[in-house]
Nanobody
Framework: QVQLVESGGGLVQAGGSLRLSCAASGSIFGINAMGWYRQAPGEQRELVASITSGGGTNYGDSVKGRFTISRDNARNTVYLQMNSLKPEDTAVYYC?????????WGQGTLVTVSS
């Protein structure tokens, strides 16, 4: 089993910044990639950003140039630096860990961007 604990969410004004953290623990050997997804009320969950074990990154179109994903392998932690936040970034943000044959999700952290 893998446990993912997200932190860093909160309320911020438009144009502001937040940094989310996702700490992984448990049977973490073999993680291929970790990512951040978000789900707004009434919307489907969507990819925000992902990072592979080799450091390759991928971003959703709506966050390119504003968000940056990074990882600290020594701390088994993935970060999401969010800049120039917009009200449409408001959502619950989830961390995900991908293995060859399974994946695990965190409990989510709420980000609210006020206009």
């Amino acid at each position: 089993q893998v446990q993912l604990v997200e932190s860093g969410g909160g309320l911020v004004q438009a144009g502001g910044s937040l940094r989310l953290s996702c700490a992984a623990s448990g049977s973490i050997f073999g993680i291929n990639a970790m990512g951040w997804y978000r789900q707004a009320p009434g919307e489907q969950r969507e990819l925000v950003a992902s990072i592979t074990s080799g450091g390759g990154t991928n971003y959703g179109d709506s966050v390119k140039g504003r968000f940056t994903i990074s990882r600290d392998n020594a701390r088994n932690t993935v970060y999401l630096q969010m800049n120039s936040l917009k009200p449409e970034d408001t959502a619950v943000y989830y961390c995900k860990a991908d293995f060859d044959y399974s994946d695990f999700w965190g409990q989510g952290t709420l980000v609210t961007v006020s206009s």
